[in-house]
T-cell receptor, first 112, second 116 residues
């Protein structure tokens, strides 16, 4: 079974721009979660989607948003990028009935 | 609020040494899950083990073993006869079980360097 895939793997943007990251979960997994990893703050939960509904949201500003499609694929969007948004963005999926989250390779975002 | 502490930020050992990574957690819930993940330089978090709060049995998987002690809120991870390929950052994480879904709270990670 293929793992979680994320695109793009690397991205360079400038301040003020917006960016959209994509995540395809493991086949059959209906829950997708997003995490941000930075050297200063570590790994922090952004949000979780299940069956196209946001179930949980972390403590991030409204510039961070996401959505999930009927095929369980998910996108996250960051508007008005700031330098501090430079990070590794990790997506994870799980079946919904099981607690273990399986992670993708991440998207490295650099904001200049 | 839940919290996970990995006091060791960096550990360096020589190949074949045993090494233990410490994890201490805080939660007010009686039902929760604990995890260990490995993050190699490529960045992907690789799942290693999951334990639920009702199962305090220690587990061994090859060179890896885990010691869960609810009385001290600890979930430590031991690598026996370490190898260079074990070099990575290891994260301990806690998940509280909620009807509205779940989210992982991670510790700060322990960078393990195994030298030949």
């Amino acid at each position: 079974k293929a793992g979680v895939t994320q695109t793009p793997r690397y991205l360079i943007k400038t301040r003020g721009q917006q960016v959209t990251l994509s995540c395809s979960p493991i086949s059959g997994h209906r829950s997708v979660s997003w995490y941000q990893q930075t050297p200063g703050q570590g790994l922090q939960f952004l949000f979780e989607y299940f069956s196209e509904t946001q179930r949980n949201k972390g403590n991030f500003p409204g510039r961070f948003s996401g959505r999930q499609f009927s095929n369980s694929r998910s996108e996250m969007n960051v508007s008005t990028l700031e330098l501090g948004d430079s990070a590794l963005y990790l997506c994870a999926s799980r079946t919904g009935g099981e607690e273990t989250q399986y992670f993708g390779p991440g998207t490295r975002l650099l904001v200049l | 609020a839940q919290k996970v502490t990995q006091a060791q930020t960096e550990i360096s050992v020589v190949e074949k040494e045993d090494v233990t990574l410490d994890c201490v957690y805080e939660t007010r819930d009686t039902t929760y899950y604990l995890f260990w993940y490995k993050q190699p330089p490529s960045g992907e978090l690789v799942f290693l083990i999951r334990r639920n709060s009702f199962d305090e049995q220690n587990e061994i998987s090859g060179r890896y073993s885990w010691n869960f002690q609810k009385s001290t809120s600890s979930f430590n991870f031991t690598i026996t006869a370490s190898q260079v390929v074990d070099s990575a950052v290891y994260f301990c994480a806690l998940s509280e079980i909620r009807d509205a879904g779940n989210m992982l709270t991670f510790g700060g990670g322990t960078r393990l360097m195994v030298k030949p």
